[in-house]
Protein backbone atom coordinates (compact mmCIF):
# COMPACT_ATOMS: atom_id res chain seq x y z
CA UNK A 1 0.00 0.00 0.00
CA UNK A 2 1.22 3.41 -0.59
CA UNK A 3 0.36 6.02 1.90
CA UNK A 4 1.79 8.62 3.89
CA UNK A 5 3.04 8.23 7.10
CA UNK A 6 1.87 11.03 9.72
CA UNK A 7 2.29 11.49 12.91
CA UNK A 8 -0.79 11.93 15.52
CA UNK A 9 -0.59 15.21 16.78
CA UNK A 10 -1.06 15.25 20.50
CA UNK A 11 -3.38 18.62 21.28
CA UNK A 12 -6.08 18.32 18.83
CA UNK A 13 -8.61 16.08 17.39
CA UNK A 14 -8.39 15.08 14.05
CA UNK A 15 -10.65 14.26 11.67
CA UNK A 16 -10.03 12.23 8.12
CA UNK A 17 -11.54 11.15 4.77
CA UNK A 18 -11.72 7.31 4.42
CA UNK A 19 -11.39 8.36 0.05
CA UNK A 20 -6.98 8.13 0.32
CA UNK A 21 -5.06 5.55 1.99
CA UNK A 22 -2.71 6.55 4.71
CA UNK A 23 -0.92 5.76 7.46
CA UNK A 24 -0.98 7.54 11.02
CA UNK A 25 0.99 6.97 13.77
CA UNK A 26 0.60 7.22 17.58
CA UNK A 27 3.49 7.29 19.39
CA UNK A 28 2.25 6.80 23.24
CA UNK A 29 4.86 4.86 25.00
CA UNK A 30 2.27 2.53 26.74
CA UNK A 31 -0.39 2.36 24.06
CA UNK A 32 1.64 2.60 20.19
CA UNK A 33 -0.97 2.58 17.86
CA UNK A 34 -0.89 2.55 14.08
CA UNK A 35 -4.13 3.83 12.10
CA UNK A 36 -4.12 2.50 8.33
CA UNK A 37 -6.72 4.14 6.19
CA UNK A 38 -7.25 1.20 2.82
CA UNK A 39 -9.35 2.94 -0.26
CA UNK A 40 -9.34 0.32 -3.18
CA UNK A 41 -5.91 -1.28 -1.80
CA UNK A 42 -4.52 -4.32 -0.49
CA UNK A 43 -2.16 -3.83 2.58
CA UNK A 44 0.34 -6.40 4.73
CA UNK A 45 -0.33 -6.36 8.14
CA UNK A 46 2.54 -6.92 10.26
CA UNK A 47 3.92 -9.02 13.11
CA UNK A 48 4.72 -7.03 15.69
CA UNK A 49 0.50 -6.15 16.41
CA UNK A 50 -2.78 -7.20 16.70
CA UNK A 51 -4.95 -5.51 13.88
CA UNK A 52 -8.51 -4.53 14.56
CA UNK A 53 -10.30 -3.97 11.18
CA UNK A 54 -13.58 -2.24 10.27
CA UNK A 55 -15.25 -2.73 6.50
CA UNK A 56 -17.12 0.61 5.85
CA UNK A 57 -17.69 -0.35 1.99
CA UNK A 58 -17.30 -2.68 -0.59
CA UNK A 59 -15.56 -6.09 -0.13
CA UNK A 60 -11.95 -7.72 1.21
CA UNK A 61 -10.87 -10.59 1.65
CA UNK A 62 -8.33 -11.29 4.54
CA UNK A 63 -5.55 -13.90 4.29
CA UNK A 64 -4.58 -15.14 8.16
CA UNK A 65 -2.45 -18.25 7.23
CA UNK A 66 -4.20 -20.76 5.41
CA UNK A 67 -7.42 -19.17 6.11
CA UNK A 68 -9.54 -17.24 3.76
CA UNK A 69 -12.18 -14.63 5.32
CA UNK A 70 -14.67 -12.18 3.48
CA UNK A 71 -15.23 -8.97 4.72
CA UNK A 72 -17.88 -6.99 3.81
CA UNK A 73 -19.58 -3.50 5.08
CA UNK A 74 -20.03 -3.78 8.28
CA UNK A 75 -17.94 -6.41 9.22
CA UNK A 76 -14.61 -5.92 11.40
CA UNK A 77 -12.09 -8.63 12.91
CA UNK A 78 -9.14 -8.72 15.02
CA UNK A 79 -6.14 -10.51 13.88
CA UNK A 80 -3.27 -10.93 15.97
CA UNK A 81 0.15 -11.05 13.83
CA UNK A 82 0.44 -10.91 10.15
CA UNK A 83 -2.03 -11.00 7.87
CA UNK A 84 -3.15 -9.63 4.06
CA UNK A 85 -6.29 -7.79 3.32
CA UNK A 86 -7.07 -6.87 0.36
CA UNK A 87 -10.14 -5.72 -1.89
CA UNK A 88 -12.10 -3.08 -2.97
CA UNK A 89 -13.75 -0.59 -0.77
CA UNK A 90 -13.17 1.07 2.21
CA UNK A 91 -11.53 0.03 5.56
CA UNK A 92 -9.95 1.74 8.67
CA UNK A 93 -7.17 -0.63 10.57
CA UNK A 94 -6.21 -0.02 14.00
CA UNK A 95 -3.01 -1.81 14.76
CA UNK A 96 -2.65 -2.29 18.62
CA UNK A 97 1.70 -2.44 18.28
CA UNK A 98 3.37 -5.17 20.60
CA UNK A 99 -0.08 -6.75 21.81
CA UNK A 100 -0.87 -10.12 20.84
CA UNK A 101 -4.96 -10.69 20.90
CA UNK A 102 -6.86 -13.46 19.58
CA UNK A 103 -8.28 -13.97 15.52
CA UNK A 104 -12.08 -13.05 15.89
CA UNK A 105 -14.74 -11.81 12.58
CA UNK A 106 -18.02 -10.06 13.04
CA UNK A 107 -20.58 -8.29 12.11
CA UNK A 108 -22.43 -6.53 10.40
CA UNK A 109 -22.64 -4.02 13.50
CA UNK A 110 -25.95 -3.56 14.79
CA UNK A 111 -28.23 -0.71 14.32
CA UNK A 112 -28.47 0.06 17.81
CA UNK A 113 -26.20 -0.35 21.01
CA UNK A 114 -27.34 -3.07 24.17
CA UNK A 115 -25.13 -1.05 26.86
CA UNK A 116 -26.65 2.61 28.25
CA UNK A 117 -24.12 5.23 28.25
CA UNK A 118 -24.59 8.84 28.40
CA UNK A 119 -26.57 11.37 26.91
CA UNK A 120 -29.24 8.95 25.90
CA UNK A 121 -26.68 7.09 23.85
CA UNK A 122 -25.91 3.05 23.67
CA UNK A 123 -22.68 1.17 23.55
CA UNK A 124 -21.36 -2.60 22.21
CA UNK A 125 -18.86 -4.35 22.70
CA UNK A 126 -17.82 -5.71 19.12
CA UNK A 127 -14.71 -7.41 20.30
CA UNK A 128 -14.01 -7.62 23.84
CA UNK A 129 -10.66 -7.57 25.89
CA UNK A 130 -9.47 -11.09 26.38
CA UNK A 131 -8.09 -9.69 29.43
CA UNK A 132 -9.04 -6.50 31.38
CA UNK A 133 -6.42 -4.10 30.71
CA UNK A 134 -6.18 -4.99 26.84
CA UNK A 135 -7.59 -3.45 23.70
CA UNK A 136 -11.06 -3.73 22.65
CA UNK A 137 -13.65 -2.42 20.11
CA UNK A 138 -16.50 -0.68 20.58
CA UNK A 139 -20.04 0.40 19.12
CA UNK A 140 -21.66 3.84 19.93
CA UNK A 141 -24.92 4.88 18.82
CA UNK A 142 -26.27 8.25 18.94
CA UNK A 143 -30.09 8.82 18.52
CA UNK A 144 -30.78 11.77 16.13
CA UNK A 145 -30.45 15.41 17.72
CA UNK A 146 -28.76 14.07 20.37
CA UNK A 147 -25.90 16.52 22.15
CA UNK A 148 -23.30 14.99 24.38
CA UNK A 149 -22.15 16.07 27.42
CA UNK A 150 -18.40 17.59 26.80
CA UNK A 151 -15.92 14.96 27.99
CA UNK A 152 -12.42 13.27 27.73
CA UNK A 153 -10.93 10.16 27.75
CA UNK A 154 -7.24 8.89 29.35
CA UNK A 155 -6.29 7.36 26.42
CA UNK A 156 -6.58 7.42 22.75
CA UNK A 157 -9.79 7.19 20.94
CA UNK A 158 -9.96 6.41 16.94
CA UNK A 159 -12.65 5.13 15.55
CA UNK A 160 -14.85 5.66 12.26
CA UNK A 161 -18.24 7.11 11.15
CA UNK A 162 -20.27 4.04 10.37
CA UNK A 163 -23.60 6.07 8.85
CA UNK A 164 -25.64 9.25 9.83
CA UNK A 165 -23.53 12.62 10.10
CA UNK A 166 -23.38 15.73 12.70
CA UNK A 167 -20.32 17.15 14.11
CA UNK A 168 -18.11 17.12 17.19
CA UNK A 169 -17.20 19.76 19.18
CA UNK A 170 -13.73 20.65 20.81
CA UNK A 171 -12.24 23.63 21.96
CA UNK A 172 -10.54 24.24 18.60
CA UNK A 173 -14.13 24.76 16.59
CA UNK A 174 -16.93 22.24 15.20
CA UNK A 175 -15.44 19.31 13.16
CA UNK A 176 -17.77 17.81 10.27
CA UNK A 177 -18.73 14.43 10.49
CA UNK A 178 -20.27 12.48 7.92
CA UNK A 179 -20.30 8.25 6.82
CA UNK A 180 -17.28 7.30 5.77
CA UNK A 181 -15.28 9.45 8.48
CA UNK A 182 -12.24 8.87 10.70
CA UNK A 183 -11.67 10.69 13.67
CA UNK A 184 -8.68 10.60 16.19
CA UNK A 185 -8.99 12.00 19.75
CA UNK A 186 -5.52 12.07 21.71
CA UNK A 187 -5.92 11.28 25.34
CA UNK A 188 -7.51 14.59 27.47
CA UNK A 189 -9.28 16.28 25.01
CA UNK A 190 -12.47 17.72 25.70
CA UNK A 191 -15.04 16.73 22.92
CA UNK A 192 -18.72 16.57 22.45
CA UNK A 193 -20.58 14.10 19.52
CA UNK A 194 -23.44 15.80 18.33
CA UNK A 195 -25.81 14.46 15.61
CA UNK A 196 -28.51 16.10 13.09
CA UNK A 197 -32.03 14.80 11.99
CA UNK A 198 -30.96 11.03 11.85
CA UNK A 199 -28.97 8.61 14.13
CA UNK A 200 -25.42 7.86 13.83
CA UNK A 201 -23.64 4.53 14.23
CA UNK A 202 -19.61 4.84 14.83
CA UNK A 203 -17.29 2.14 15.91
CA UNK A 204 -14.05 2.83 18.65
CA UNK A 205 -11.11 1.87 19.23
CA UNK A 206 -9.78 1.79 22.57
CA UNK A 207 -6.14 0.49 23.51
CA UNK A 208 -6.69 -0.48 27.24
CA UNK A 209 -10.24 -1.17 29.27
CA UNK A 210 -10.96 -1.31 32.64
CA UNK A 211 -13.78 -3.81 32.63
CA UNK A 212 -13.47 -7.40 31.38
CA UNK A 213 -11.81 -10.96 32.96
CA UNK A 214 -9.17 -11.33 35.25
CA UNK A 215 -7.14 -14.32 36.16
CA UNK A 216 -9.17 -14.06 39.99
CA UNK A 217 -12.53 -13.60 38.23
CA UNK A 218 -13.34 -15.06 34.76
CA UNK A 219 -16.91 -16.99 33.98
CA UNK A 220 -14.88 -20.67 33.96
CA UNK A 221 -13.22 -19.90 37.35
CA UNK A 222 -16.18 -18.27 39.05
CA UNK A 223 -18.84 -20.86 38.45
CA UNK A 224 -16.54 -24.22 38.93
CA UNK A 225 -17.64 -25.14 42.31
CA UNK A 226 -15.87 -27.64 45.28
CA UNK A 227 -18.55 -28.29 47.61
CA UNK A 228 -20.73 -26.06 46.30
CA UNK A 229 -18.28 -23.37 46.99
CA UNK A 230 -16.95 -21.12 44.04
CA UNK A 231 -13.48 -21.94 42.94
CA UNK A 232 -12.84 -18.37 42.78
CA UNK A 233 -12.38 -18.22 46.64
CA UNK A 234 -10.42 -21.49 46.86
CA UNK A 235 -7.30 -19.42 45.76
CA UNK A 236 -4.81 -22.56 47.05
CA UNK A 237 -6.55 -24.43 43.76
CA UNK A 238 -5.95 -21.46 41.01
CA UNK A 239 -3.45 -22.08 38.44
CA UNK A 240 0.12 -20.32 39.36
CA UNK A 241 1.76 -17.70 36.56
CA UNK A 242 4.29 -20.23 36.72
CA UNK A 243 2.91 -23.16 35.55
CA UNK A 244 0.53 -21.25 33.18
CA UNK A 245 2.66 -21.94 29.99
Given amino acids: MQSNKILIASDRMQVLP ?34 FAIVHSGSFLASIGECRYELKAGCFASVAGAFRLQGNGRALVLSALRYRGVNLIGGPVEANGRL ?15 IRGEPCLNFLHLPSHTSQTLHTHPTLRAGLIFSGNGKCETRHGMLNFAA ?43 RTFVNRQSARQMTDLHTRKEAQN
Avoid: W
Avoid at 35 to 41: E, K, Q, R, V
Avoid at 183 to 190: G, S, V
Fill in 18 to 51: LDKSADYSFTDQEHPTRISILADTSSELSEDATH
Fill in 116 to 130: RYIDGCTSSILIAPP
Fill in 180 to 222: GTVFLIPPHIEHSFQSYGESMRIVIYHPDSDSGPTHEDHTMLN
